[in-house]
């Protein structure tokens, strides 16, 4: 995919071209469906948000002002909307700050931190992620993966910042006990 | 170990370009296009709408500006015509006060002018039932407190002398005691004149007097039969409804000349009330060494005539 060939399917898609359409929909169905996939485990969840996505995309695409990436300006789009829809589907679920398993692990804290393994797959990662209660989830995956501030976090997910490095902190704790405890993810020594 | 500090990264490089094997539902998604109506002229539609929307705000402005460019001079106006009417209120009331010497006539006129201009509709000067002829004015010795709400009525207090007409009193009961007075000085203090009339008018004049008076007046034969005999002996004398209500409020103080030497009085004529019922109800107060009450007739026999009198 060249640049020349995405910008005249921006403008495509600017004009109301369903074919351009089409083609930046399947050109990013797969790397959008990934990114929500993070937020929730239920497929068929996920691919309401991807489809919703993808409609604020085409509705909202004379917003982009092709001065930043297109990926990335679609990949807010996602994450905005899969934080909405969690939010529908569980209220205040995201302001939870409860989590009964990670206070479990947390009597561990003070123990040496595991080794980690030098890999894990992206399907480890995700089974370790869902174990994770919504709230934490959120924090950790705006975060990690899409470099949102402490402060985006909290006025995205109407916490205080406190509240998010909080949250933060105890589920990279939880993810990496789940990781090295449950599914062995560690180096022997 | 920097391996292990590192695992948020090696986080993230595994999900770096992580595309799940599912496919898309296209037909799916254009029917959501189609229901949400955005077709290619759908979004002309709306960024024509979006451009006329724009228009609009900025034709809202711009009548918003032309509006207040032109209400903001007219204001101004009104606040400098405001400024000149109390300066000139201000400059009589000087005048009146002996600040300025100069004769009344100027400045009543001045104030009378000022008024007018505010508000002419609140100043008829025409039906002011003792109507400020220039003629009559000799001179101005009283001031009092200027007080001017144009919004409301027009006051001032701007004493003129006047030669009035000989005036005759009668009394409706039965003449037990019958004295021809000659008036030395007789006020006028018109007040609380409705609408915008102007207030507070003192006016002195000299005159004659003739009072035919009774002791007991009060005791007349029923209360609808001296009434009547009121309401007929004012419209003999002139003062029709229209006169009455105009004259409603006034105050005639005088001092009588002509009495015995032993019983010298002065009082005050007030129409009280011409708008009631009775519509002649002239109370008088004699404030001397007698106290008088009755309620009296005038007649006008001067040589000013009945019209000027009932101005």
Known sequence: MSEKELRLHIDGCKRGDRLSQQWVFERYYRLMFGVCLRYTSDHDRVQDIVQEGFLKVFTNIEGFTSKGSFEGWIRRIMVNTAIDAVRKWKTSALESTEDSELERLSGSEEEEEPMLADSFTVQEVLLAMNKLSPAYRAVFNLYVFDNYSHAEIAEKLHISVGASKSNLAKAKRKIRHLLVLDLGLKVEK | ???????????????????????????????????????????????????????????????????????????????????????????????????????????????????????????????????????????????????????????????????????????????????????????????????????????????????????????????????????????EAGFNISVQEACAGTEVSFALNGMEKGHPCSGTLVMVDFLSRNPLLISTKMQARMTLQFRCVLQETGPLGRDQWKT
């Open chain 2, 1 to 235: 170990m920097s391996e292990n500090l590192n695992w948020i990264d090696r986080l993230r490089q595994s999900f770096e370009n992580f595309e799940p094997k599912v496919e898309g539902n296209w037909n799916a998604m254009q029917k959501r296009l189609d229901v949400s109506g955005y077709s290619a002229s759908e979004l002309d539609m709306v960024r024509r709408v979006k451009a006329a929307r724009r228009f609009a705000y900025g034709a809202s402005v711009v009548a918003a500006g032309l509006a207040l460019w032109m209400v903001i001079p007219e204001v101004a106006e009104q606040e400098l015509l405001g400024t000149e009417l109390e300066s000139s209120l201000v400059e009589a009331r000087e005048r009146e006060n002996g600040i300025i010497s100069e004769d009344a006539e100027a400045s009543a006129q001045k104030v009378h002018d000022a008024i007018s201009d505010v508000h002419p509709s609140n100043y008829h000067s025409e039906g002011l039932p003792l109507k400020l002829d220039p003629a009559l004015i000799e001179r101005s010795y009283d001031a009092g407190v200027v007080q001017l709400d144009p919004d409301v009525t027009a006051r001032t207090t701007t004493t003129f002398i006047l030669n009035l007409p000989e005036m005759t009193v009668h009394a409706q009961a039965p003449v037990e005691m019958k004295e021809e007075f000659t008036v030395a000085d007789v006020e006028v203090n018109k007040r609380n004149e409705e609408g915008s009339r102007a207030e507070g008018d003192r006016i002195s004049a000299t005159g004659s007097l003739e009072v035919e008076s009774e002791k007991g007046a009060e005791s007349a034969n029923s209360a609808s039969a001296k009434s009547n005999l009121e309401m007929t002996a004012a419209e």
